[in-house]
Structure formats: structure tokens, C-alpha cells
């Protein structure tokens, strides 16, 4: 069971907003803003699309943005395209010094 | 443009050891600032850190895996491993290398990511 939780699904229209949650607690995503996105296409791995919160890697999309608030983070795509067809990871670094990930969110483009 | 590539054994047999081998091209593994990192992610689920090793050598381990992984380091061929003694049907996942900075906690890029089963 992860440490970390997130919606099993979110679906949007094409050209519209959506966001994903990952809560946590005081020990991870409400103590530090080491929390980063990952996008998995089917079969594909994981890429970073968000770190520290907020940050974009160059290759991600600047339809792609992140939050925080409290013990709860989340990622707004916007702008919704068929290609954001995908799962979606949060990840925390923790109080014990490790890292956790979220269950995943699946993403359906409508 | 750092890319990653595991190779290894699609097939371990249970209480053996599972051994993988990240090949780094178009970067070095002993350039600093870098933590390269193992992650697995069972069959239709989450993802879960093993554990990283530095360019100095130094590892870090998950503290719930611990007992069963070693990351090592082989300069002159630009690759870093992985072994996890003992393994079981738990250990059943797809592995996955990455270079990342462990205390900012990200990862990029990521290897494309080898099935491992643990089988008899």
C-alpha cells in the first residue's frame, strides 16, 4: 500500500483542465518540496514531468503545471490533448529518508 | 543526450539471485551530482525505489529492501548493477534504471525498463 494517495482515475475532454491530488502527510509532502510527476505511456517508462513541486524539465509540457498545499500536491494538465492519454505517478521524499510514489492515476482523454 | 539500458536475466528462479546491469551511454557514471538509481514497479502497480548509488561509490538502500540489495559500480565499462539475493514471487517486476538527484527527488532520464519474473 502506498504511502502516498491519489485518484484511481481522471478523465477530461480534449481542450479542457484537469487535476490529480497525491495527499500525503506531515512526513513527506507537507515537510519538504521534493515532491515530483511522472507521465507512463502503456508499456513505456516513466518520465518526469514536474519536480519540487512546481519545476518543469525542459521536454515537458508547459501545459503541464504543479502545486502544493499543505499535505496535499497536485498536477493540472491543461489544455487537455489526446496524447495525455496516460498514467500519472506523484512521488514524495519522506522524513525517513526514502522516497514514496503514489498508486498512480489513470488519465483518459474523452 | 544521457540514455540508460538494463540487460539481464528475464528468468530467476526462487531463493536465487537476481543480477542487472545498467548501461549509461552519452554521459558518465562518474561525472558528480548524479545518484543512479534502481526502481521497480510490479506487474499493473506502483513504483518503488531500491536504492542508488553515487559517483564516490557510496550507496543508499531502501531500508525495506535493504537486507537483500547491492548497487555496484564499474567505471571502466560506464555501467552500474543490481542484485537482489533471495528473491521470491514478490520480487516479479519490471526494473528500471534512472540517473537522478536522490535528495531533490527526481529522476530523468529513465532506462525503458526490463521484466524480471521470479519462477521456478
Known amino acids: 500500500q502506498s504511502a502516498l494517495t491519489q485518484p484511481a482515475s481522471v478523465s477530461g475532454s480534449p481542450g479542457q483542465s484537469i487535476t490529480i491530488s497525491c495527499t500525503g502527510t506531515?512526513?513527506?509532502?507537507?515537510?519538504?518540496?521534493?515532491v515530483s510527476w511522472y507521465q507512463q505511456h502503456a508499456g513505456k517508462a516513466p518520465k518526469l514531468m514536474i519536480y519540487?513541486?512546481?519545476n518543469r524539465p525542459s521536454g515537458a509540457s508547459s501545459r503541464f503545471s504543479g502545486s502544493k498545499s499543505g499535505n496535499t500536491a497536485s498536477l493540472t494538465i491543461s489544455g487537455l490533448q489526446a496524447e495525455d492519454e496516460a498514467d500519472y505517478y506523484c512521488?514524495?521524499?519522506?522524513?525517513?529518508?526514502?522516497?514514496?510514489f503514489g498508486p498512480g492515476t489513470k488519465v483518459t482523454v474523452l | 543526450q544521457v540514455q540508460l539500458q538494463e540487460s539481464g536475466p528475464g528468468l530467476v528462479k526462487p531463493s536465487q539471485t537476481l543480477s542487472l546491469t545498467c548501461t549509461v551511454s552519452?554521459?558518465?557514471?562518474?561525472?558528480?551530482?548524479?545518484?543512479w538509481s534502481w526502481i521497480r514497479q510490479h506487474p499493473g502497480k506502483g513504483l518503488e525505489w531500491i536504492g542508488y548509488?553515487?559517483?564516490?561509490?557510496?550507496?543508499y538502500y531502501n531500508p525495506s529492501l535493504k537486507s537483500r540489495i547491492t548497487i555496484s559500480l564499474d567505471t571502466s565499462k560506464n555501467q552500474f548493477s543490481l542484485k537482489v539475493t533471495s528473491v521470491n514471487a514478490a520480487d516479479t517486476a519490471v526494473y528500471y534504471c534512472a540517473r537522478g538527484r536522490f535528495y531533490d527527488n527526481w529522476f530523468d532520464p529513465w532506462g525503458q525498463g526490463t521484466l524480471v519474473t521470479v519462477s521456478s
Open positions: 548509488i553515487y559517483y564516490s561509490g557510496s550507496t
Open positions: 519540487r513541486v512546481s
Open positions: 512521488s514524495s521524499y519522506t522524513s525517513n529518508r526514502t522516497l514514496v
Open positions: 552519452g554521459g558518465s557514471v562518474s561525472s558528480g551530482g548524479y545518484y
Open positions: 506531515s512526513s513527506d509532502v507537507g515537510a519538504y518540496n521534493y
